[in-house]
């Protein structure tokens, strides 16, 4: 009997080595472990032997089992790697550098830089308002202190329509509709389209975007105004931008200023787009002209606060590198479609 | 305009300080400087020399061999100047000196050495004249330097005149004096005049002033016994340096006034004019400017004119030009001098009707101090007596003040500029400050009463807000001390319209790869026609560049068609959408346009049919609905509005019953100019009313754990039948949690659809057996309304 066991044990190793698919293991098991497998008729033969012979014997058989078990699922597991690696090994590799596709739309440029402000404006608690384009006499002079005899008035700067009513020339046109909105305290800011009735060529068109911006609180002052100025251009352009305010007269301002910041191109050292003075006029500012409020149903006693209007356009033209302001309006995808990411 | 800091150095002593770093300031606290000229810096060793003999040149005709004597000695000098004379006194750069940055070494010209060089005023830099040597006086002292002698070296800078716009004072030296005064700390010195109190005992000049609307004042004075013709040397120098040019004494005079001043003024030859009318006339004639151009003047001008035989005779434009005929030409003896003040915007006006912008109606357009009249008259004498004193006044001042303006006094409290400032300002700056500005500003405690200067009290300075500006200019806005603002927390409200702006296009460009494009709000014309498209009839503009872009476009279909068109060779398929305005004609309730702002968007395919795109943008709609406001916005076959879009194939967008837009095919006259093959639609979304739509609630259902039942159903249509009009028979079946649809094909002319009924139910697994029945009932509606189902 024990040499039977040992016979058996070794046939099974040498049939073990030879099984070389899942398959083959399988059918090893079926004759080794199987109803009527080797094994299982050594342990039925168990029966004919002596009982004690039969405690001794009976351990080796179960020994032979565990051990043939065990062998089995090794030689399983060592020949599913085989496979998977042959798998592995036989796949195609892809080529990742292809041509891929689902690429979204574009946003305008004008839609991208619009968005960054915004994002900037509003993290600081300014509310996004939003004006129409063909404004009165009304909202885009009177109500901004613009008077009668004013230049900007003049027909050659304004486009007017048939009833009396205009293209509004300014973002600031919307100051009054605002303040009456949302009365004081208030921060808001306002992009739009803009008009001026002159000839078009790569630097001047007749359709152009502006964003303005108010803040209306008690308190408000020249300090704070040049905190926020420089707060929010810094944030604008990421960098820690220097700025200075010059004198600069708006009627719907007073104090008004004209903004410069440190030439973005030299860092103040003077170069060709600064005219070597190390200084950008960027945007106009100024404290809200006391009449402005009033008219806006603010208070100017209890009042104060500060405007700024920034060229959307041009600081798109500024970002993007843009030389013909014309290609904007144009619908021209070959230079639109490039403004994938807003 | 150019300003002399020679010439601010006669009002105010700005010796001892950085000039450069003054005008720095000049920028910051009062008008944009656009560049700095140092002139005469590149001038050395030029002295006045003296001619004391001259020979002609063996060999040539233009040259002569000169003794010029320097002052140290004698020099040998070839030269080859035409007014090359014994005796003649010239600036003469000596051997080792420098004139326009080139040294002068001993040259030999044509055979003979030449130990320096006699000067024109052009190669000294200080005009533009070139046509021979320049003579000096025959007083002047032989040896002296020339730069020192006239003012040549100076410092000269330009402002904008854009920043100069509201500050009537700072268009004359004087002006400007005043700002340097206040940035220095340094006293502004009084402007010497000639007092005009002495001829009042003579005749009055005989001036009336028919137009009291448009002429504030009208001051004059006749001067005769003019003996000089030319102007001192450094008045000259001057004009040239400030960008004026010297002609005759009496005109050089005028214009050195209005530089020094900022009052224009005009000097009429007395000979021709000695009354003086101020008035317009009824009907529009030609005048001849000085220049010599012929002008058409309508009645809206006013004219200065000269009564002559019962009529009025214009001799001039007021406040913009004189006329030719009253010129003062270089054998004037006599003059009558004008010293006014009109109206500015009528000023501007004409100016601008005339096409004539001249340096004195720029000055009178911003609205001069009617103050400065008399003044000015008086400086003038003073001026010219000093040149002049032979000169003999022969009227009395005679002044006809129309409009005097009224005097503005402004008071405030101390809180009130700590409040607008956001710093501490203390009250000697103050005071100090506006004092040196011409202001009159009293202090009663916290008190401040300021009296406004006539000269900033025409327009510039009306409230006290402008003081604030005076206080903190001249402080300095980079000595600011900067901080965030105090204010109180509050919930910042997103404007619907904006926020739904924002979504829609992100949804475009992200989900459904479209592009934004801009356009303009006006219809084009040219582009509509190109397109077959008949232009709208719409509000116009009344001034538009060109009457093809004068109409208002009404809708945004023809803009988006164009670029379209225009962008064919873009792609196979692409799309672009804007969201503008357009009008809806004016509304009758208030006579003002119906702006409306929109969304419009245009698709363009050469792989899709049309009725795949039509559907895609449909579904494009569709999904802005259900994302933006989850809401779900219909479609309905409509007519058209336009006559571009296909009858059969327009729709109208409705949300609860209001019509939000439409979306349409073209008709084949207009499909074809934009592309011969392609398919293209476009579809137009009210975004003013979109936005202002209720969001629809967000009703949240408990995800069943049970799995569900899909049944598909294949249908025959009748003709004419759309997938919305089968809805009722599923609506409000039992377990129906959605039906979608699988396929759609034509067969034999008829429309088959393939539909799928999911049935879920949230408390068990539905059995087949269980749906049975309720999809019976859904068949049996669906055949009773005439969709059969398809064997």
């Known amino acids: ?342 | 305009m150019l300003i002399s800091m020679n010439w601010i150095g006669d009002f105010v002593d700005l010796r001892g300080l950085d000039i450069p770093a003054l005008i720095q300031r000049f920028t910051l606290s009062t008008a944009e400087v656009e560049d700095i000229y140092e002139m005469g810096r590149d001038l050395r060793g030029v002295v006045a020399g003296k001619i004391l003999s001259v020979e002609n040149h063996p060999d040539s005709k233009k040259l002569h061999l000169l003794k010029v004597d320097g002052g140290d000695k004698v020099y040998d000098v070839v030269c080859g100047a035409p007014n090359v004379r014994e005796g003649l006194i010239v600036p003469f750069v000596k051997e080792g000196g420098m004139v326009g940055g080139q040294e002068i070494g001993m040259a030999r010209l044509a055979g003979f050495e030449s130990h320096g060089m006699c000067c024109s005023e052009k190669e000294l830099g200080i005009s533009a004249d070139h046509s021979g040597l320049m003579e000096l006086p025959e007083d002047t002292p032989v040896g002296r330097d020339v730069t020192e002698l006239y003012g040549i070296i100076d410092t000269v800078f330009e402002v904008d005149n854009k920043s100069l716009t509201n500050r009537p004072d700072l268009w004359g030296h004087y002006g400007i004096a005043r700002e340097f005064a206040a940035l220095s700390g340094r006293e502004l010195r009084p402007l010497e005049t000639v007092s005009l109190e002495q001829f009042d005992s003579l005749e009055p000049i005989d001036i009336d002033v028919q137009d009291k609307e448009l002429c504030y004042r009208y001051s004059g004075l006749k001067v005769r016994n003019i003996t000089k013709k030319v102007s001192p040397v450094d008045m000259r120098i001057r004009l040239f340096y400030c960008g004026s040019r010297a002609i005759n004494l009496l005109a050089d005079l005028t214009n050195y006034l209005m530089l020094e001043m900022g009052q224009p003024m005009h000097a009429f030859d007395c000979a021709k004019v000695d009354s003086i009318r101020v008035r317009r006339f009824d009907s529009p004639f030609t005048f001849t400017t000085l220049d010599g151009t012929e002008r058409r003047v309508d009645e809206n001008t006013l004219m200065i004119c000269t009564k002559s035989g019962g009529e009025d005779i214009p001799v001039a434009i007021a406040g913009i030009m004189g006329g030719l005929d009253s010129e003062i030409e270089g054998d004037t003896d006599s003059l009558l001098l004008e010293s006014a003040n009109f109206d500015g915007a009528s000023v501007r006006k004409s100016s601008t009707r005339l096409g004539l912008r001249t340096d004195a109606s720029m000055r009178y357009e911003k609205t001069l101090d009617p103050e400065m009249t008399v003044p000015a008259i008086g400086r003038f004498m003073k001026l010219l007596l000093g040149i002049d004193p032979q000169a003999q006044v022969i009227s009395r001042l005679t002044d006809v003040y129309v409009k005097h303006y009224p005097k503005v006094e402004l008071a405030f409290d101390k809180a009130y500029v700590d409040r607008y400032t956001g710093i501490e300002i203390e009250d000697e700056r103050i005071m100090g400050t506006l004092s040196s500005l011409g202001f009159e500003p009293r202090q009663e405690g916290d008190r401040f009463t300021v009296g406004v200067p006539s000269w900033r009290a025409t327009k510039d300075v009306t409230i006290k807000a402008d003081i604030i500006e005076e206080i903190t200019r001249i402080y300095g806005y980079d000595n600011f001390e900067i901080a965030t603002t105090m204010s109180p927390l509050y919930p910042r409200r997103r404007s619907a319209g904006a926020k739904a702006d924002n979504f829609v296009k992100d949804i475009l460009v992200q989900t459904y790869q479209l592009h934004e494009v801009h356009s303009y709000i006006w219809q084009d014309v040219k582009k509509c026609r190109a397109l077959n498209i008949e232009p709208e009839e719409n509000i116009r503009l009344i001034n538009a560049q060109t009457p093809d872009h004068e109409v208002i476009r009404r809708s945004m279909g023809p803009t988006l068609l164009s670029v379209l068109g225009e962008n064919r060779a873009f792609g196979a398929q692409f799309g672009v959408f804007e969201i503008g305005r357009v009008a809806e004609g004016v509304r009758k309730e208030d006579g003002l346009v119906n702006e409306r702002k929109n969304l419009g968007i245009a698709l363009f395919s050469r792989t899709s049919g049309e009725k795949e795109l039509y559907l895609k943008l449909a579904g494009i709609i569709k999904s802005l609905g259900r994302s933006v406001k989850r809401v779900e916005l219909e479609l309905a076959n409509c007519q058209p509005e336009f006559k571009w879009q296909h009858p059969r194939n327009t729709a109208v967008i409705m949300a609860e019953g209001t019509a939000l837009g439409w979306i349409c095919t073209l008709v084949p006259s207009v499909l074809r100019s934009i592309d011969r093959k392609a398919a293209v639609v476009c579809g137009q979304l009210d975004m003013d009313a979109f936005a202002s739509l209720p969001e629809g609630e967000l009703s949240y259902r408990e995800p069943s754990r049970f799995p569900g039942i899909d049944i598909d159903l294949s249908v025959v249509l009748p003709e004419g039948m759309r997938f919305a009009d089968m809805e009722p028979a599923w609506k409000g079946a039992g377990h129906l949690a959605g039906v979608g649809l699988i396929d759609s094909f034509q067969q034999a002319g008829r429309r088959s659809l393939t539909l799928r009924f999911s049935f879920s139910s949230g408390e068990k697994t539905l059995s087949k057996e269980e749906v049975q029945p309720i999809v019976d009932g859904i068949i049996e509606r669906l055949s009773a309304g005439g969709a059969v189902l398809r064997s």
């Open chain 1, 1 to 342: 009997m024990k040499e039977r066991i040992e016979g058996l044990r070794e046939s099974f190793e040498q049939e073990l080595k030879a099984a070389g698919s899942s398959e083959a293991v399988e059918k090893l098991r079926v004759a080794y472990l199987g109803k009527k497998g080797s094994v299982t008729e050594l342990l039925k033969g168990l029966k004919d032997v002596g009982a004690q012979q039969k405690k001794e014997l009976g351990q080796h058989v179960n020994l032979l089992k565990r051990a043939v078990e065990q062998r089995l699922s090794e030689r399983i597991e060592e020949i599913k790697a085989a496979e998977e690696q042959r798998e592995i090994e036989g796949a195609e590799r892809y080529d990742v550098t292809l041509p891929t596709e689902g690429d979204p739309g574009s946003y305008h440029p004008i839609t991208v830089v619009q968005r960054q402000l915004e994002e900037i404006f509003t993290s600081m608690g300014f509310v996004v308002e939003d004006f129409r384009e063909i404004v009165t006499d009304y909202e885009c002079f009177e109500a901004v202190n613009i008077p009668k005899d004013h230049p900007a008035r003049d027909m050659q700067d304004t486009y007017y329509l048939e009833n009396g009513q205009l293209l509004k020339t300014h973002t600031s046109a919307a100051q009054n509709f605002i303040l009456q909105k949302y009365g004081a305290p208030c921060r808001a800011i306002f992009p739009g389209r803009c008009f001026r009735n002159e000839a078009t060529d790569a630097s001047h068109e007749n359709t152009f975007f502006q964003m303005e911006g108010i803040m209306v609180d008690k308190n408000i002052s020249i300090s704070n105004l040049i905190y926020f100025m420089k707060t929010m251009l810094s944030e604008v352009f990421q960098r820690d931008v220097k700025v200075r305010l010059r004198p600069g007269f708006f009627p719907f301002v007073e104090p008004g200023f004209e903004l410069d910041i440190s030439c973005l191109i030299c860092g103040g050292e003077g170069c060709s787009t600064c005219h070597h003075s190390g200084w950008v006029e960027l945007c106009p500012c100024g404290m809200i002209h006391p009449n402005v409020l009033k008219m806006g149903g603010v208070d100017p006693e209890e009042y104060t606060g500060f405007a700024f209007g920034l060229g959307l356009t041009r600081l798109v033209m500024m970002k993007y590198g843009v030389k013909d302001i014309r290609d904007l309006n144009s619908g021209n995808l070959k230079a639109l479609a490039q403004f994938r990411h807003e």
